[in-house]
């Protein structure tokens, strides 16, 4: 818990409505760490990744990114969304843009780059993720696993300094998992700071710093996969953690 | 799959010749429309290069004369130069109606896209948007017409960089009236368009940190004016025959010129044909242009399982 964390979620409670689905949650982590939410369905994790980029607004609590406050009602959240990218697990690539046109919008939108730079940056960072065969193709055109190469390419492209992924292969076939994981292994390699939402427990075992295991909005515990995955100390981690190794 | 390749049945040839017979006189017919709508134009522009201003461009009675030497049209001949004397006054009232159509409709786009996006996605702005196509949609169209030009007598407030434009200023106030009452119907087709842009296109654009009016409009308009297309060529045919109320505060269009002949020749039944004809002319190519707009700018996958 020291003060130079890179981002530091404190006592975040979020409510719909009168439904609270988050409670009290906190965890936090170094530049350049990977650290992966696993949970139930239902129990919060997406609602978690949002409330760092600010798509859904947490009601009490802090985050603290790279030393500024993210909650905080002056916060420019254009600005911050700029530097945290998100990838879906429905992919949500923009319909009538080529792949290219995806990931060249946000340079050319919100970065302000010219069109050639913008297209220059998008062709670098598709190649980044094995498309450059694939460029003017448009999402309904790519199969599942490109399509979601396509949306961490537009992520990237923004140069992020914080990446959090929602489910990125929940959604593929099991054929197409694979190609997904190579992008991401890489991301880790290359040093990316990464909050993963996934039930792909070999990927978590191999990448996180950190496990967080969340249910019912509550943080129930965390730490290295080593400990969560061999000896979790609730009996709730080990329940879940059966259901999950029993479906794949 | 294997049958793509088998060769066609002499029943489907003979039904693929059928169609593009049927595809050629179509052609035909739009091309002989248009061309005599153009040259009429032409040569009136011109001050009557061709023929003198207000003759029709082929003689009347060599048409009559012509048809009457031949055996099956003989009974008709009289009849269709009758309808030639009068193309030049028929030419002149479609060219107006095509003029106030077009333009009314491009500046109702204007004006129906914005109403269409703050119904969508705006929230006081939602309510200005829905009283203002309630009661454009809610109130009679030629009522509205009767308030502009009677009414509000708008007619002389016409200013005077566009009083010449047409030979009458109440051409304008026609335009106006349709451009506002045609705003609200554009509105509701776009609206319903947007409204099933998938909300998964919104999350993205903000997650790249585009402000909710840029989402709007390099994410959610683009692809929601393509889902309006077909539904929107609904309101440009509507128009294109609607825009015959304009009769009725003077405006000296299609239906207006029509209607002046017939009171003056009682030759109702033939004119208004001749008219009909004209209105399904410009209704065809109005369709078929849009359905040309259509696939000009498909994007594979992109609405391709939600025609309405
Ligand atoms: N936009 C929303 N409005 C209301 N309730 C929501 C919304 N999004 C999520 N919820 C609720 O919040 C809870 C947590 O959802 P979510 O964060 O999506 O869980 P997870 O990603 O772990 O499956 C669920 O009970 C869900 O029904
Ligand atoms: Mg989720």
């Known amino acids: ?154 992520a990237l492209a923004m140069e992020p300094k914080l990446m959090l992924f929602d489910e990125p292969t929940s959604a593929l076939d099991p054929e197409l998992i694979g190609e997904v994981l190579e992008v991401m292994h890489g991301l880790v390699d290359e040093g990316m700071t990464m909050l993963v939402v996934t039930h792909e427990m070999s990927f978590a075992r191999a990448v996180a710093d950190e496990i967080v295991f969340l249910d019912d909005g509550r943080v129930v515990e965390r730490g290295p996969p080593e400990q969560l995955f061999e000896r979790p100390e609730e009996e709730r981690t080990g329940r879940f953690l059966e259901r999950i190794a029993s479906h794949d | 799959m294997a049958s793509a390749t088998r060769p066609a049945t002499v029943r489907e040839r003979v039904a693929e010749s059928d169609r593009s017979v049927g595809r050629l006189l179509l052609v ?57 004397e009068m193309t030049p006054d028929l030419a002149r009232g479609t060219w107006l109606t095509v003029v106030i159509t077009g333009v009314s409709l491009a ?30 949609r809610g109130t009679p169209l030629l009522a509205q017409l009767f308030v502009l030009y009677y009414g509000l007598n708008l007619a002389s407030y016409v200013p005077d960089a566009v009083s010449g434009v047409f030979a009458r ?36 654009g903000r997650a790249i940190g585009l402000s909710k009016l840029e989402t709007i409009y390099h994410v959610v308009l683009p692809q929601g004016l393509r889902y309006a297309i077909p539904s929107w060529t609904n309101e440009f045919v509507y128009l294109i025959k609607y825009s015959s109320l304009a009769g009725f505060i003077t405006v000296p269009e299609l239906y207006y010129r029509a209607d002046q002949i017939a009171a003056e020749t009682f030759r109702y039944t033939l ?8 209105y399904l002319a410009l209704v065809l190519t109005a369709s078929k242009l849009m359905v040309r707009v259509e696939e000009r700018v498909a994007i594979p996958g992109l609405g391709a399982e939600r025609e309405e």
């Open chain 2, 271 to 278: 004119i208004f044909l001749v008219t009909g004809v004209m």
């Open chain 1, 1 to 154: 818990m020291s003060d130079d964390d890179f981002l530091r979620v404190t006592d975040v409670s979020k409510w719909y409505g009168e439904e609270q689905v988050l409670h009290d949650v906190s965890f936090e982590m170094d530049r350049g760490d990977v650290t992966v939410l696993i949970g139930p369905s239902g129990s919060g994790k997406s609602t978690m990744l949002r409330c760092v980029n600010r798509l859904a607004e947490a009601q009490e609590g802090s985050i603290l990114l790279d030393g500024e406050e993210v909650l905080s009602p002056d916060l420019d959240v254009d600005e911050l969304r700029r530097e945290v990218g998100m990838v879906f697990q429905g992919f949500n690539l923009f319909a009538h843009l080529t792949a290219v046109g995806n990931v060249a919008l946000g340079p050319r939108r919100v970065l302000g780059l010219s069109e050639t730079e913008a297209r220059e940056r998008a062709e670098d960072q598709l190649e980044r993720v094995g498309l450059a065969d694939q460029l003017d193709s448009y999402p309904a055109e790519l199969s599942g696993g490109q399509q979601q190469r396509v949306g961490i390419a537009r």
């Open chain 2, 169 to 204: 200023e109440v051409v304008w106030v026609a335009i106006l009236g349709f451009t506002l009452n045609g705003a609200a119907y554009q509105a509701e087709y776009i609206r319903g368009a947007l409204e099933s842009v998938e909300e998964g296109q919104i999350t993205a």
């Open chain 2, 28 to 84: 035909a017919a739009g091309a002989l429309f248009w061309g005599w709508l153009a040259v009429s134009w032409v040569n009136r522009w011109l001050g009557g290069v061709l023929v003198p201003v207000g003759q029709p461009l082929v003689p009347p009675a060599a048409v009559e004369a012509t048809l009457a030497g031949i055996p099956v049209l003989a009974a008709y001949a009289a009849d269709a130069g009758f309808v030639v």
């Open chain 2, 107 to 136: 500046l109702g786009f204007v004006i129906a896209v914005p109403l269409a996006v703050t119904r969508v996605y705006g929230r006081f702005s939602a309510w200005v948007s829905l009283a203002y196509t309630e009661l454009l």
